[in-house]
């Protein structure tokens, strides 16, 4: 998927692997394009659940000693689980990067405007 797309690249992302996925999505909004991912929630992550479960849970118990509200914010929902994973993946922190995830919206289902487009 090479170049630039005036319209949002809708992604349906029932059935796809959490990492490759995320570096796809990473690569098409830095370099300009606009991306949709749905069903975030049936994204696959790889490795036995319960080592998975081991790991989130491990990062959910860090956090800021002085003041936990400080943060690191640990986000539950599986659209902002996915939406950090790709924020991990851009440089974030600079004025690119922060144009860049201003591109990505991911939602858990299909919301209404979406239902009607064709899925990648």
């Not at 098409?28 to 849970?57: C, D, M, P, T, W």
Request: hydrophobic fraction near 35%; include cysteine.
């Amino acid at each position: 998927m090479p170049g630039f797309s005036p319209k949002a690249i809708v992604i349906d992302g029932k059935g796809h692997m959490m990492g490759r996925l995320a570096s796809i999505v990473a690569k098409l909004i830095l370099s300009g394009n606009k991306v949709v991912v749905l069903r975030s929630e049936a994204i696959n992550i790889s490795g036995n659940f319960y080592r998975n479960k081991l790991k989130y849970l491990d990062f959910l118990r860090k956090r800021c000693n002085v003041l936990p509200t400080r943060g690191p914010f640990h986000f539950r929902a599986p659209s902002k689980i996915f939406w950090r994973t790709v924020r991990g993946m851009t440089p974030h922190k600079t004025e690119r990067g922060k144009t860049a995830l201003k591109r990505l919206q991911t939602f858990e289902g299909v919301p209404p405007p979406y239902d009607k487009k064709k899925k990648m």
